[in-house]
Protein backbone atom coordinates (compact mmCIF):
# COMPACT_ATOMS: atom_id res chain seq x y z
CA UNK A 1 0.00 0.00 0.00
CA UNK A 2 1.71 3.21 -0.90
CA UNK A 3 1.97 5.96 1.99
CA UNK A 4 3.69 8.91 -0.24
CA UNK A 5 0.73 10.52 -1.88
CA UNK A 6 -2.59 10.64 -0.40
CA UNK A 7 -5.14 8.71 -2.30
CA UNK A 8 -7.73 9.93 -4.61
CA UNK A 9 -10.14 9.50 -1.39
CA UNK A 10 -8.31 11.34 1.19
CA UNK A 11 -7.45 14.34 -1.06
CA UNK A 12 -11.37 14.22 -1.48
CA UNK A 13 -12.31 14.28 2.42
CA UNK A 14 -9.75 17.52 2.62
CA UNK A 15 -11.59 19.06 -0.01
CA UNK A 16 -14.90 18.68 1.85
CA UNK A 17 -13.22 20.06 4.90
CA UNK A 18 -13.49 16.43 6.86
CA UNK A 19 -10.80 15.77 9.65
CA UNK A 20 -8.92 13.04 8.63
CA UNK A 21 -7.24 11.38 11.71
CA UNK A 22 -4.57 8.84 11.14
CA UNK A 23 -7.29 5.68 11.17
CA UNK A 24 -9.55 7.73 8.70
CA UNK A 25 -6.40 7.63 6.12
CA UNK A 26 -5.80 4.03 6.48
CA UNK A 27 -9.28 3.39 5.36
CA UNK A 28 -9.51 5.93 2.96
CA UNK A 29 -6.77 4.40 1.32
CA UNK A 30 -7.93 0.77 1.73
CA UNK A 31 -11.23 1.88 -0.28
CA UNK A 32 -9.18 3.33 -2.82
CA UNK A 33 -6.96 1.06 -3.79
CA UNK A 34 -10.02 -1.47 -3.19
CA UNK A 35 -11.08 -2.59 -6.77
CA UNK A 36 -13.62 -5.24 -5.74
CA UNK A 37 -16.23 -3.35 -3.96
CA UNK A 38 -15.36 -4.42 -0.37
CA UNK A 39 -17.76 -4.43 2.67
CA UNK A 40 -17.09 -3.04 5.72
CA UNK A 41 -15.59 -6.24 7.13
CA UNK A 42 -13.34 -6.34 4.37
CA UNK A 43 -12.43 -2.76 4.54
CA UNK A 44 -12.22 -3.62 8.25
CA UNK A 45 -9.41 -6.60 7.96
CA UNK A 46 -7.64 -5.10 5.08
CA UNK A 47 -6.88 -1.41 7.60
CA UNK A 48 -6.11 -3.94 10.49
CA UNK A 49 -3.69 -5.02 8.53
CA UNK A 50 -1.86 -1.76 7.94
CA UNK A 51 -3.11 -0.19 12.09
CA UNK A 52 -4.40 -2.95 13.81
CA UNK A 53 -5.77 -0.67 16.53
CA UNK A 54 -8.42 -0.20 13.98
CA UNK A 55 -11.86 -0.85 15.51
CA UNK A 56 -14.82 -1.79 13.50
CA UNK A 57 -17.02 0.60 15.09
CA UNK A 58 -14.53 3.34 13.69
CA UNK A 59 -14.93 1.49 10.41
CA UNK A 60 -18.79 1.74 10.24
CA UNK A 61 -18.49 5.09 11.15
CA UNK A 62 -15.84 6.00 8.78
CA UNK A 63 -17.78 5.19 5.91
CA UNK A 64 -20.94 6.30 6.66
CA UNK A 65 -18.94 9.66 6.99
CA UNK A 66 -17.72 9.15 3.93
CA UNK A 67 -20.96 7.84 2.49
CA UNK A 68 -23.07 11.35 4.05
CA UNK A 69 -19.98 13.65 1.81
CA UNK A 70 -20.89 11.76 -1.05
CA UNK A 71 -17.25 10.49 -1.54
CA UNK A 72 -18.02 7.27 -1.11
CA UNK A 73 -21.05 4.93 -2.58
CA UNK A 74 -22.98 2.12 -1.35
CA UNK A 75 -24.41 -0.56 -3.82
CA UNK A 76 -26.58 -3.48 -2.68
CA UNK A 77 -25.30 -6.34 -5.06
CA UNK A 78 -28.09 -9.03 -3.53
CA UNK A 79 -25.40 -10.67 -1.72
CA UNK A 80 -26.73 -8.97 1.53
CA UNK A 81 -23.93 -6.98 2.02
CA UNK A 82 -23.69 -3.16 1.39
CA UNK A 83 -20.45 -3.05 -0.57
CA UNK A 84 -18.50 0.20 -1.12
CA UNK A 85 -16.48 2.13 -4.01
CA UNK A 86 -15.25 6.15 -4.21
CA UNK A 87 -17.75 8.02 -6.05
CA UNK A 88 -16.79 7.81 -9.48
CA UNK A 89 -15.02 10.06 -11.53
CA UNK A 90 -16.79 8.67 -14.47
CA UNK A 91 -20.59 7.23 -14.94
CA UNK A 92 -20.29 3.09 -15.11
CA UNK A 93 -22.80 0.09 -14.71
CA UNK A 94 -21.97 -2.70 -12.74
CA UNK A 95 -22.52 -6.21 -13.65
CA UNK A 96 -22.35 -9.09 -10.93
CA UNK A 97 -21.21 -12.52 -11.48
CA UNK A 98 -24.23 -14.60 -9.15
CA UNK A 99 -22.14 -17.40 -8.57
CA UNK A 100 -18.52 -15.43 -6.99
CA UNK A 101 -20.05 -12.03 -6.12
CA UNK A 102 -17.29 -10.69 -8.48
CA UNK A 103 -18.19 -7.07 -9.75
CA UNK A 104 -17.10 -6.26 -13.30
CA UNK A 105 -17.35 -2.12 -13.93
CA UNK A 106 -18.59 -1.93 -17.41
CA UNK A 107 -19.39 1.61 -19.65
CA UNK A 108 -21.74 1.09 -23.07
CA UNK A 109 -22.82 3.91 -25.45
CA UNK A 110 -24.84 2.26 -26.53
CA UNK A 111 -27.10 0.96 -23.51
CA UNK A 112 -26.70 4.86 -22.24
CA UNK A 113 -27.97 6.15 -25.38
CA UNK A 114 -30.52 3.75 -25.01
CA UNK A 115 -31.57 4.49 -21.42
CA UNK A 116 -31.93 8.36 -22.60
CA UNK A 117 -34.23 7.67 -25.12
CA UNK A 118 -36.47 5.46 -22.95
CA UNK A 119 -36.52 8.60 -20.64
CA UNK A 120 -37.77 10.83 -23.68
CA UNK A 121 -40.07 8.83 -25.09
CA UNK A 122 -41.77 8.44 -21.10
CA UNK A 123 -41.61 12.17 -21.61
CA UNK A 124 -38.73 12.93 -19.06
CA UNK A 125 -34.79 14.35 -18.93
CA UNK A 126 -32.73 11.39 -17.65
CA UNK A 127 -30.10 13.09 -14.86
CA UNK A 128 -28.91 9.66 -13.64
CA UNK A 129 -28.98 5.91 -13.18
CA UNK A 130 -27.80 2.52 -12.05
CA UNK A 131 -27.50 -0.45 -14.05
CA UNK A 132 -26.70 -3.64 -12.06
CA UNK A 133 -26.80 -6.84 -14.23
CA UNK A 134 -26.60 -10.54 -12.47
CA UNK A 135 -25.75 -13.29 -14.32
CA UNK A 136 -23.71 -16.44 -14.70
CA UNK A 137 -20.67 -17.11 -16.75
CA UNK A 138 -21.72 -18.37 -19.87
CA UNK A 139 -20.18 -22.07 -19.13
CA UNK A 140 -21.41 -22.26 -16.02
CA UNK A 141 -23.37 -25.41 -14.61
CA UNK A 142 -25.88 -23.49 -13.61
CA UNK A 143 -26.52 -21.78 -17.05
CA UNK A 144 -26.77 -25.08 -18.45
CA UNK A 145 -29.26 -26.47 -15.76
Not at 89 to 102: A, F, K, W
Amino acid sequence: MSTDQPSRLERLCLEKGLKMTDQRRVIARVLSESSDHPDVEQVYRRATEIDSRISIATVYRTVRLFEEASILERHDFGDGRSRYEEAPSEHHDHLIDVETGRVIEFHNDDIEELQRKVAERLGYRLVGHRLELFAVPLNSKRERN
